[in-house]
């Protein structure tokens, strides 16, 4: 993970742009959801599906003055959007119950490089952690915004996660959007 975190902050570093651009805004506030892939089989644990679903809330804070390109820190909430789970038995190849996967719920921060590339268009990167699903697990992520309104934007991003449970490597990669309220 150190190697990917590297490169991304690396990346977005680079990122130059010739376009007349405005400052990283000051704060913003992420309204995001979406899913993605993630692990299937960890170990003796088979998952149902290969899919999950996530809801996400950040607040990002730039670090000091403004200027076109900034490091800033997150931080984040994720609810609960599993519910209940029903004890049905689903077949595992192995002739056992495939498992609920772990939940996604929980909080997190990062910190990063936000860079201004135009008046309307922002990219990010980040590395961070936190505690989701009662585990500590680390990420790295990229996210683009479109500011539609002088404080409201569209964002995306894509998310690489990863944690161990009992020894085993676990994984998730969702892709969200959202709003972004920003200042």
Same mark, same amino acid.
């Given at each position: 993970?150190? =190697?990917?975190?590297?490169? @991304? #902050?690396?990346?977005?570093?680079?990122?130059?742009?010739? *376009?007349? $651009?405005?400052?990283? %805004?000051?704060?913003?506030?992420?309204?995001?959801?979406?899913?993605?892939?993630?692990?299937?089989? $960890?170990?003796?644990?088979?998952?149902?599906?290969?899919?999950?679903?996530?809801?996400?809330?950040?607040? /990002? =804070?730039? #670090?000091? &003055?403004?200027?076109?390109?900034?490091?800033?820190?997150?931080?984040?909430?994720? %609810?609960?959007?599993?519910?209940?789970? @029903?004890?049905?038995?689903? %077949? *595992? %190849?192995?002739?056992?119950?495939?498992?609920?996967?772990?939940?996604?719920?929980?909080?997190?921060?990062?910190?990063?490089?936000?860079?201004?590339?135009?008046?309307?268009? #922002?990219?990010?990167?980040?590395?961070?952690?936190?505690?989701?699903?009662?585990? &500590?697990?680390?990420?790295?992520?990229?996210?683009?915004?479109?500011?539609? #309104?002088?404080?409201? /934007?569209?964002? &995306?991003?894509?998310?690489?996660?990863?944690?161990?449970? $009992?020894?085993?490597?676990?994984?998730? $990669?969702?892709?969200? @959007? /959202?709003?972004?309220?920003?200042?």
């Amino acid at each position: 993970m150190l =190697k990917a975190s590297s490169l @991304v #902050l690396i990346a977005s570093l680079a990122m130059v742009s010739t *376009a007349r $651009a405005q400052a990283v %805004p000051n704060w913003t506030l992420d309204i995001v959801g979406g899913s993605g892939l993630r692990t299937e089989r $960890a170990n003796d644990a088979w998952y149902q599906g290969d899919r999950s679903t996530v809801a996400r809330f950040a607040f /990002g =804070k730039r #670090l000091g &003055a403004a200027s076109r390109m900034a490091a800033y820190l997150s931080a984040e909430v994720s %609810p609960d959007l599993d519910g209940d789970y @029903v004890s049905i038995c689903v %077949p *595992a %190849p192995d002739g056992s119950c495939r498992r609920h996967f772990e939940r996604s719920s929980g909080v997190g921060a990062g910190i990063g490089t936000r860079v201004a590339l135009t008046r309307r268009a #922002l990219l990010g990167a980040q590395v961070g952690g936190g505690r989701y699903g009662g585990h &500590a697990r680390g990420f790295v992520e990229g996210t683009g915004a479109i500011r539609i #309104l002088s404080h409201l /934007g569209v964002v &995306a991003g894509a998310r690489y996660v990863i944690w161990s449970v $009992a020894g085993a490597r676990h994984w998730y $990669a969702p892709v969200t @959007v /959202g709003l972004q309220i920003l200042d």
